[in-house]
């Protein structure tokens, strides 16, 4: 079982109740009286999907034969015996951060670091997403990690094939087993939707498996987002992602997420294209300087994952 906190909505897409899948299993999520609960998504009596129900003060009703469940996952009521029997649901942990619903389908999951510019007011915070893409999860946390695409798939955007040498970079790990990435200098066109192009330093963070964080900076200016993965199955992703400027206030922040939501697109493209099977073994693919920090990624996973086939995490 995966020992991670999983992203399965944006907080406010969640009014009382909603089902979502992650890691091929169905999860129900619960709000009541300002608190999320979350549950498997399926009624222990013939499993029908709870979230296909309805929530009626406050509990769970499934759409099949009705039987009731509080926000604790305690059966409280079976129609047609008129009365209650000592039955639960299963029940994940759950947290909300950085405006996203988490779960973990298992008790004291990794925690990852939190992102300064949540809570610096001279930031503006722009919700990006849900993208819904029909490829492998760690292929396309590799895709959000890499610059070196960047004058292909994102020319006269991030990118621009006249300067597609990427210098070689600093990676670490830090105390918290985060991996770092830094100095990595990038000619960027139009690098965040306002047509001012120039040089770009990147800083990346690999928070967790499914957790990226990036920085880039130029004279002050500071351009940062954080991508949050639902691995749904081995070829089905969701990315939830917010950007964080401080600088370019006058600009609309629509057309900001417009310009995202482009990258995301082109991005989307070679991804659906790839395999649904993401290679721990460094032989499988060929690797030179630029993939530094998807090596340091792979590594990440095989200590932290190991072998998943479901999620087409192989050797």
């Known amino acids: ?35 999320v609960y979350a549950f498997s998504d399926l009624c222990p009596h013939r499993l029908a ?51 996203i619903i988490w779960v973990s389908l298992i008790e004291n999951p990794y925690h990852f670091a939190n992102i300064e510019e949540w809570e610096d007011k001279k930031f503006r915070k722009i919700k990006c997403g849900p993208y819904y893409i029909d490829a492998n999860p760690f292929r396309v ?23 597609p040498q990427i ?12 991996i770092i990435a830094k100095s990595i200098s990038v000619w960027q066109p139009n690098p965040d ?12 963070k690999i928070l967790s498996p499914f957790v990226l964080y990036f920085r880039k900076e130029d ?14 199955s081995k070829d089905k992703t969701v990315v939830y992602a917010w950007i964080f400027m401080n600088y370019a206030y006058d600009v609309d922040p629509d057309k900001i997420r417009q310009f995202e939501d482009e990258i995301i697109n082109q991005d989307k493209i070679v991804l659906e294209s790839q395999p649904k099977e993401y290679y721990l073994d460094l032989r499988r693919e060929i690797s030179v300087r630029a993939d530094k920090l998807s090596i340091f990624y792979r590594n990440m996973l095989k200590q932290r994952l190991g072998i998943i086939p479901e999620l087409g995490l192989v050797e």
């Open 49 to 99: 999907r709870l979230s296909m129900g309805r929530v009626i003060d406050g509990e769970i009703q499934c759409p099949y034969h009705g039987w009731r469940f509080n926000y604790k996952g305690e059966l409280t009521l079976v129609p047609s015996l008129g009365k209650k029997i000592n039955v639960k649901l299963t029940r994940y942990s759950v947290m909300e951060k950085y405006g």
């Open 193 to 204: 939707g306002t047509i001012n192009g120039r040089f770009f330093n990147y800083t990346y």
């Open 219 to 232: 004279r002050g200016d500071i351009f940062s987002m954080i991508f949050a993965i639902n691995p749904v």
């Open 167 to 178: 210098p070689e970079y600093e990676v670490e790990i830090n105390h918290d087993g985060e």
């Open 141 to 163: 946390m590799e895709n959000l990690m890499d610059v070196s695409h960047f004058p292909y798939v994102h020319e006269g955007y991030l990118g621009d094939p006249k300067f």
């Open 1 to 35: 079982m995966i020992n991670e906190w999983i992203p399965l909505t944006f907080s406010d897409e969640l009014r009382d109740m909603k089902g979502v899948t992650t890691l091929g299993k169905n999860v129900l999520l619960l709000r009541y009286k300002d608190q």
